[in-house]
């Protein structure tokens, strides 16, 4: 089975800090997302990547960078966060012969 | 550009009666896949079904049907004899094509069985 794993169920941070989520999978899967959710609103993406130190923005970029240095690792960094910020953050990871995404279990950011 | 939507908002439904999720989407491609993915309250959305455009079959896996219909741009989703551990938000989604590997995701339908 695919195991996608997200350091941290819930975070709560303080509006200007640095926050990183970190995200791991074990299927050696090229494409890694990053989503918000946040309700009536579905899933946004904020950034993808394809391969190791490749990325490209999504929909929802602003606020955010990603990190993948290794293969297995795709990690969402909020520079200042604020309080808008604060929502449900789910990575997936995709196989491309099927075209399917696994999430993980998603981590809940709340910025003070 | 590529888009799905999920008009039901929230449903709410007595365990065992029968339910049917509505998805609608948009594409120009003919080339594309249509999933279903539910998320428990645990957090984690779960694959449940990937179609191919050219896979007009209606599939059942237990008490799980889908029935897409290239016609009318639908990709529904039935729960047959509903159970509580039913009770989810559940996602349709679109990708492939002009949008690559990318998915388009509803805003999702939250589902309510009740006992």
């Known amino acids: 089975d695919v195991k996608v794993t997200q350091s941290s169920r819930y975070l709560v941070k303080r509006t200007g800090e640095k926050v990183f989520l970190e995200c791991v999978q074990d299927?050696?899967?090229?494409?890694m997302f990053w989503y918000r959710q946040d309700p009536g609103l579905g899933l946004r993406l904020i950034y993808f990547?394809?391969?190791?130190?490749?990325?490209e923005k999504g929909d929802i970029p602003e606020g955010y960078s990603v990190s993948r240095e290794k293969k297995e690792r795709f990690s969402l960094i909020l520079e200042s966060a604020s309080t808008n910020q604060t929502s449900m953050y789910l990575c997936?990871?995709?196989?491309?012969?099927?075209?399917?995404?696994?999430f993980g279990a998603g981590t809940r950011l709340s910025v003070l | 550009a590529q888009k799905v939507t999920q008009a039901q908002t929230e449903i709410s439904v007595v365990e065992k009666e029968d339910v049917t999720l509505d998805c609608v989407y948009e594409?120009?491609?003919?080339?594309?896949?249509l999933f279903w993915y539910k998320q428990p309250p645990s957090g984690e959305l779960v694959f449940l079904i990937r179609?191919?455009?050219?896979?007009?079959q209606n599939e059942i896996s237990g008490r799980y049907s889908w029935n897409f219909q290239k016609s009318t741009s639908s990709f529904n989703f039935t729960i047959t004899a509903s159970q509580v551990v039913d009770s989810a938000v559940y996602f349709c989604?679109?990708?492939?094509?002009?949008?690559?590997?990318?998915?388009?995701f509803g805003a999702g339908t939250r589902l309510f069985v009740k006992a």
């Open positions: 594409t120009r491609d003919t080339t594309y896949y």
């Open positions: 299927m050696d899967h090229e494409n």
């Open positions: 997936a990871s995709q196989d491309l012969h099927k075209n399917i995404q696994y």
């Open positions: 990547s394809y391969d190791v130190k490749m990325k």
């Open positions: 179609r191919n455009s050219f896979d007009e």
């Open positions: 989604a679109l990708s492939g094509g002009t949008g690559g590997f990318k998915t388009i």
